[in-house]
Structures are given as C-alpha cells and as structure tokens.
C-alpha cells in the first residue's frame, strides 16, 4: 500500500528490476562492495544496529517496476552487444535514446547524465550525512549534458573532456562513476525541437562557462544568482554580448547544476528565431542579439553550414504556457537587478518601486532549492520519521543546524525557531504513537531519550519539570533556550506541544504509525514553507541552490518541475570495462 507523502520509488519495498542486455561485472560489484540485487541502494543502520534500504539511486522503469536500465558506453573501445557484433562505444546509448525520443536520424540528441558514486552505499546516519559526506548530496556530484556521438558538455568546461567520464579516471578512483540519463520534455512540443533549443542554449553557455574558482571544491556552498526567469533572461542576453560582470564577478559563475539548470530555463523559454528574440527582448535589441547569437554559436560549431534558417525553433514556450505576459518575464537590466537585490538584502523590499522578478517557481523549467529544501529532501531519503522514528527525525533536522547557519547566515537561534515547529509536531507523532501505552513513564523517559539525541548526557540532572518550570519563568523561548544548556532547553522545547495537548493525546489513544506520520506531513506544510521563506541578509551568503541530484529528484516526484516541463530518468550508463551480456 502507498503511504501519502513518502516516495514510492526511494521506499519500494518491492524487489529491484535490473533492465536490458547488459549487466554490472562481479569485480564491478566487488569494487563497489554491494550484492547484485543491491546496487543502485543504501544500507542506512540505525544506533540499535537495525537497518533499512533506500533506492536513492533508482527510478521506475517503463513497465512501472522501480530499478535500473543500464546501457554501455566507452570513450575509446567498440562494444559487443547481443548479436556478437561490434559497435561504437556510443552506438547503444544513443540508439536507446532516439527510441525513447523517437527521434529521426537526423534529429539531435539532448539529455541530461547525473553522475553518482556507487560505492557510497551503506553507513550510519552519522557517517551518511555528516558535513563532509557526498551523501548530503544523496551521492549525485555532477550533472552534464549528452549531445549524442560520445561528446558530453559540463561545467567546468573540459570536466570529463567531452567525454562519457564514467570511470575512474574521470572520478579519481578506483571505481566506476556511472551516470543516470534523463530526458527533459514540454508539453506539446515535438521532443526532437526541444533537443534543438536546448543544445544551442548548452553550447553558447558552455562556451567559456565559469566555475566559482573560490570554491571549487565546496561547490554547493556557491552562490546561484538566475534563479527567476527575469534574472535567466538577462544572464543569457549578457553572456552573448559578454558583458564583463559574468566574467569577474566570481558570484554569477555556475557550477555544474546551476549551470544546466539555467540551460533549461533559457531554452524552454526562449525559441530561437527572430520573432521570439525581438518578442522578449524588444525589436532592436532583440534583432542584434539574434545576429550575435548566430555569430557566437557559429564561431563555436564552425561556419560550414552554420546556424540555417531550416535550424530556427517555433514553439510555445513554457511562460507562454502558464499564461504570462511579455512584460513579465521581461528582462532585467543590470541596473534594475542590483537595485532589486540591494533592496532585497537590505529588507526593504516594503517600499522598493523597482522592477522585481516572477518567482523562481514561475516560468523556470524548476524552482532552485532552498536550505529548507534540501534539508528536507535529505530527511525525507535517509532519516523519514516511519524508517528511524520521530526522535532520531528531529535529531537529524536539529543537526544540520551549524551547516545552515554557516550557509545562510541567520543565526542558530533563528534556524531553531523555524525548526522547532517541525520537530514539534513529530513528538506529538510520537505520543500519539506511544504515550498512551506507557502514560506514567512516557514523558520522563522520551525527554531523557531526546537530550541524548540532542548530545547531551543521561543523568540524574535530567528533569522534564525543572526544565518546564524555567521555561515559564522566562518571556520567550529563545531567552529560555539563550540561558539552559542546549540539549536539555531543546529536548523540552520539542516536548511542548505534547504537554500542552497531553490529555487529547492520551483520550485518542494509540494512532498506527502510518497514521501518525501523514497526520505529521500534513501538520508542517505551512511550516515547511515558513523555512523556506527565509532569506539572507548578508550578500556572500547562501540562500539558493541546485544540487546536482535536483533532476534525479524530479524525475522521482520528490521535487516538482514546472507543470509544462517532464524530466524522464531512462537509464543508467556504465562503462565497458564494468559491463558484460546478460548469460541467457
């Protein structure tokens, strides 16, 4: 039975489909240190030594069971398939593709490749999402892009050197880097015109594309500025004319999944032809900046034939979808958006008469994330309350709380009171689940089991009540949380509500699991969206960003796309050397 709010794909409980003619290698598997029916999965083992799996590398297939379809590929050798008969290293993705494109020979190929690290599939909660653990981003650490023919675009430019860069060498390893392949689509739009715009935004934004030399190994620390079509528009615009602040401001440089996801906004907003330059971007300006896009795209692919007039794209991009106006999705200019940002920063965007943009979920292919976002995606994969509890749920929000203040900027105290709403609600999940069989004891016991949770010591000093009475003897929380000893102000804190509500609590008896945790995902909504409408005031700070595995969590419904735009994931590239015929 489907539970609401919990990912049908990531939780199936069900055994994984393996599809196609080829399969993983035993000393592929041996590498990775994970069984055949296992791999695409985490083993995540809970403080008891208890564990449970979650599929974070997988995707449904197309007979609707969830597992992987893995395809061979190689930058340099031939490739047997089942026929006994050789081909190029390319040749079987790209016949997959246009299959699932139904693509005609001539058509161009357009996909995204979302690379992630097998080996990373087991460990405890602690080890899979600390700080420093390619987990926070679920194990996905680059998204490129796929033309067909073995050549591949990235950001930084030459990362993978146009090539697949699935193995090792391309991951400084000894294992494989195998990559998930997605297909990106609108609605109503033949998906061979959607390929085509999409490569000549990818090969004009990738020509030269910047990677935030400060951090360039702490990438998802990097600032990601286009988040909203205005802001999209007018990076397109520039970086044809090469205006110079692209290219010495370190903040508007993007790194690998800025990059492509900036590549889909412009390109399922913009056709390529000059009525739809001149549409968005005015007559005249509109006209030069079609001429140059011609010219930059040419001196990039080469003259001979060069950007035709049989090459143009007509179609209904997705603002035109939504039912927006030319006025806007307007550009900005450069001017009207550091007038905007400054009065954003400043927090006086009250009286701000400036030009602002759509929403980053208005007209994008999909929203950035936010901090909130991407706390909750991670909880919801490898710490949902039905998998560890509602305690070690709260324990793991509670911890990302140095991270997001680093990030962010906005105080611990002030992550605390957007968090504890949340883990509010999922201690009254958990007395609804428990207190009633256990209503002399529970509240001393769960408030003793919380303060270890939160870091702090079992010991005689460990009171519910003390700790209740301080809290009233205070004018707020945040003053009772600034003067007691964290782990036992918090643990009281997220025994609040309970206490509060204790007598309906016990009245209602025991609620099932289940039902506990859709009454819980149902309760925080408005919480949720509470968090992520926080925002920086500190301009070098962090407020929005694409993580690599952003399309991976679209194509698996954890994270929404805009309502126009499908991203399919289809299969999983392997290389060669870890591949090998399915025995008959």
Request: net charge negative; glycine share 6%.
């Amino acid at each position: 039975m489907q539970i609401p709010y919990r990912n049908p794909i990531f939780h199936d409980a069900g055994k994984s489909t393996y599809a196609g003619d080829f399969e993983l290698t035993d000393q592929a598997l041996k590498n990775y240190k994970i069984a055949r029916d296992k791999f695409g999965s985490t083993e995540v083992i809970l403080p008891n030594g208890a564990s449970f799996v979650v599929k974070d590398y997988q995707y449904r297939l197309a007979d609707g069971s969830v597992g992987m379809h893995f395809v061979p590929v190689s930058n340099n050798d031939s490739i047997m398939g089942p026929d006994k008969n050789y081909k190029s290293g390319f040749y079987y993705i790209d016949d997959f593709l246009r299959k699932k494109m139904n693509l005609k020979a001539n058509e161009p190929i357009y996909a995204l490749i979302n690379y992630f690290h097998p080996e990373l599939n087991k460990g405890t909660i602690q080890e899979l999402l600390s700080p420093t653990s390619e987990k926070i981003e679920m194990g996905f650490t680059h998204l490129g892009a796929y033309y067909g023919k073995g050549y591949t675009t990235n950001a930084p430019m030459l990362y993978h050197w146009h090539r697949f860069g699935v193995t090792g060498e391309a991951n400084q390893t000894i294992f494989g880097y195998p990559a998930n392949v997605q297909i990106i689509s609108l609605k109503n739009v033949p998906q061979a015109t959607v390929n085509k715009n999409l490569t000549y935004v990818d090969v004009c934004l990738n020509s030269g594309v910047e990677f935030p030399s400060a951090n360039a190994q702490i990438y998802k620390h990097s600032k990601f500025r286009p988040v909203d079509i205005n802001t999209a528009l007018m990076f397109y615009r520039d970086w044809i004319n090469y205006e110079s602040y692209l290219h010495t401001d370190d903040s508007w440089n993007t790194y690998c999944a800025a990059h492509k996801t900036l590549v889909a906004t412009i390109a399922l907003n913009l056709p390529h032809n000059l009525a739809s330059f001149q549409e968005v971007y005015g007559t005249t300006e509109g006209a030069d900046l079609f001429k140059k896009f011609k010219l930059f795209y040419n001196n990039v692919i080469g003259p001979d034939p060069g950007f035709l007039p049989s090459d143009e794209t007509y179609f209904e991009p997705v603002w035109k979808q939504q039912g927006l106006t030319v006025e806007q999705i307007r550009p900005f200019t450069l001017a009207e958006y550091e007038a905007y940002e400054k009065a954003r920063i400043n927090g006086d965007m009250g009286s701000f008469k400036g030009k602002k943009p759509l929403p980053p979920d208005k007209a994008t292919s999909w929203a950035a994330q936010t901090s909130a976002d991407v706390i909750f995606d991670i909880v919801q994969m490898y710490a949902d309350m039905l998998d560890v509890g509602p305690i070690l749920c709260s324990a793991v929000i509670l911890g990302f709380m140095d991270t997001i203040d680093d990030r962010m900027g906005i105080s611990k105290l002030n992550y605390l009171w957007h968090a504890m709403p949340i883990v509010d609600k999922l201690m009254i999940a958990d007395a609804k689940m428990n207190a009633a069989k256990n209503p002399d004891s529970y509240l001393k016991a769960t408030f003793e089991e919380l303060v270890v949770a939160y870091g702090g010591k079992n010991d005689a000093s460990n009171n519910l009540d003390d700790e209740l009475k301080k809290l009233k003897s205070f004018k707020g929380i945040l003053d009772f949380v600034k003067s007691d000893p964290m782990p036992k102000a918090i643990a009281a804190w997220a025994l609040l509500g309970v206490v509060t509500h204790w007598d309906s609590i016990i009245k209602g008896g025991t609620v099932s699991p289940t039902d506990a945790y859709v009454q819980f995902m149902e309760g925080c909504k408005q919480d949720l969206e509470n968090a992520k409408a926080l925002y920086i005031k500190d301009p070098k700070k962090i407020e929005f960003n694409t993580p690599p595995a952003i399309t991976h969590l679209i194509s698996n419904g954890m994270y929404e796309s805009d309502e126009f735009v499908t991203v399919t994931e289809v299969c999983t590239i392997i290389d060669i050397s870890e591949a090998q015929l399915k025995s008959i």
